[in-house]
């Protein structure tokens, strides 16, 4: 008996030391993923900070907002297809741009499916499926547009706020919050995001560097290349300047889109137009930016959802001027931008309602005036007819901010289901101070 009991103490020893390795690592790893990140709520915004490497970062995502993940993917989906798209389009659109898309994201969306339970391609449809329908405008002002000479980037993101989960009846807007990341061996960078999302359309990282993205309809499209969301994402994380933001919005490009990509250290900005194909890039002075019926305003770049230069134009509509009668050419439905039934008319008076804005508070525009045109150009304050649009809901929006990449200072405001981001509460931040704060378990 006492021989018995002596082997089982030694096999007893032998598998804990067999095993010990492997809850220590287990143990370290989970450390290291709670360590991923955190969420913080600052003047009823909340805010994810992630850290460490790709993978940690999703895994850590999927913890923190499973529940508001589940409920995007969910009300997204039942919205998409109701638009006419099916899951298997989005996914078949995926797998063809899968190759492209580099493999530390593909890591980042394995870490949320980990963590939330849905498949790799549940989490690539949530991430890839929003950028073939999202509407926006945006600009940028510096030097004599503005008061003080910094410049300032602006952006609208249009997009309906009433995408509703059909199980739970909540909402895709009521699970917008920002996201601060910093990931190994890239930039920390700051971006208004929902939850579930890897990709981006805008946001700012720590060398000043802001790109943002507008839907802007072609025939010259192709799924063989890396969707837009990746794009901005791989500026905020690899970009330390204007030009090599502009060379990886413009590489590998995909379907229409148009960018407004400032940098802080010039400063200055650029708006740049891609399709498959194609793209043009040009500061405010380009000849394409005062090609009638389009206009040049000094120190400003400005983009609706259609394209100005007229060699990319041609891949998107019929005629160059997008209408003469803009309200008679939306209600005929006359020069549709390619693959939609929307007239160019309607994104053309988009572009004159957010222009005459910034005409208006030219040489005057600071952080807070920025945003008040933003805000007055989508309540229909700054053109009679963008005023009509607005009446019958023509955008909707679901978040707005304004941002100063010298002071690292931004406005923002989310919308609710009841509430469009221009009538919502506006809050005040710094990126660089959120994106410098310390884990609240470090003293």
């Known amino acids: 008996m006492k021989n018995s009991y002596t082997g089982l103490f030694?096999?007893?020893?032998?598998?804990?030391?067999?095993?010990?390795?492997?809850?220590?690592?287990?143990?370290?790893?989970?450390?290291?993923?709670?360590?991923?990140?955190?969420?913080?709520?600052?003047?009823?915004?909340?805010?994810?900070?992630?850290?460490?490497?790709?993978?940690?970062?999703?895994?850590?995502?999927?913890?923190?907002?499973?529940?508001?993940?589940?409920?995007?993917?969910?009300?997204?989906?039942?919205?998409v297809t109701q638009k006419g798209f099916s899951y298997n389009q989005l996914l078949d659109s995926w797998?063809?741009?899968?190759?492209?898309?580099?493999?530390?994201?593909?890591?980042?969306?394995?870490?949320?499916?980990?963590?939330?339970?849905?498949?790799?391609?549940?989490?690539?449809?949530?991430?890839?499926?929003?950028?073939?329908?999202?509407?926006?405008?945006?600009?940028?002002?510096?030097?004599?547009?503005?008061?003080?000479g910094n410049l300032y980037h602006a952006r609208s993101h249009d997009l309906s706020i009433s995408i509703q989960d059909p199980d739970t009846g909540a909402y895709l807007v009521e699970n917008q919050l920002l996201i601060a990341r910093e990931p190994q061996g890239a930039f920390a960078s700051l971006s208004p995001s929902l939850a579930g999302d890897v990709v981006c359309s805008d946001g700012i990282n720590d060398r000043g560097i802001i790109p943002g993205m507008l839907s802007s309809w072609t025939s010259d499209e192709t799924f063989q290349g890396i969707n837009v969301g990746f794009r901005v994402r791989i500026v905020l994380d690899t970009a330390a300047t204007l030009s090599e933001a502009i060379e990886i919005l413009t590489t590998n490009t995909t379907l229409g889109y148009n960018f407004i990509v400032s940098d802080g250290n010039i400063p200055g900005a650029m708006a740049v137009e891609t399709t498959a194909h194609h793209s043009y890039v040009g500061c405010w002075n380009a000849s394409s930016e005062s090609a009638r019926p389009f206009w040049e305003i000094p120190s400003v770049v400005r983009?609706?959802?259609?394209?100005?230069?007229?060699?990319m134009s041609a891949t998107q509509r019929p005629w160059y001027h997008p209408g003469r009668f803009p309200l008679v050419s939306c209600l005929l439905k006359l020069n549709k931008l390619n693959g939609t039934s929307i007239s160019a008319a309607a994104p053309f008076a988009h572009y004159v309602a957010l222009s005459k804005g910034i005409e208006h508070e030219w040489g005057r525009l600071d952080l807070q005036t920025t945003m008040g045109v933003l805000r007055d150009v989508y309540k229909g304050k700054t053109d009679w007819r963008f005023f009509l649009m607005q009446k019958i809901h023509w955008y909707t929006t679901q978040y707005q901010w304004v941002l100063c990449p010298q002071t690292g200072d931004f406005l923002l405001s989310f919308a609710t289901h009841t509430t469009n981001a221009y009538d919502a509460e506006v809050h005040r931040f710094n990126a660089y101070e959120l994106l410098a704060e310390d884990p609240p378990w470090v003293c």
């Not at 994810?48 to 499973?66: C, P």
């Not at 983009?303 to 100005?308: E, S």
Request: hydrophobic share 45%.
């Open 10 to 79: 030694i096999l007893g020893i032998l598998l804990v030391s067999c095993l010990a390795p492997c809850l220590i690592q287990i143990a370290a790893q989970s450390q290291h993923t709670e360590d991923a990140g955190w969420i913080e709520e600052r003047d009823g915004v909340r805010i994810l900070h992630l850290i460490g490497s790709y993978y940690e970062m999703g895994y850590r995502h999927g913890v923190l907002l499973k529940d508001e993940v589940l409920v995007n993917y969910h009300a997204f989906l039942h919205w």
């Open 95 to 148: 797998l063809v741009m899968q190759p492209y898309i580099p493999a530390r994201y593909i890591e980042e969306m394995q870490g949320l499916s980990d963590a939330t339970g849905l498949s790799l391609q549940e989490i690539a449809v949530h991430n890839v499926g929003p950028y073939f329908v999202v509407n926006c405008g945006s600009f940028a002002a510096w030097g004599s547009a503005t008061l003080d």
């Open 303 to 311: 983009r609706a959802n259609l394209f100005v230069d007229p060699l």
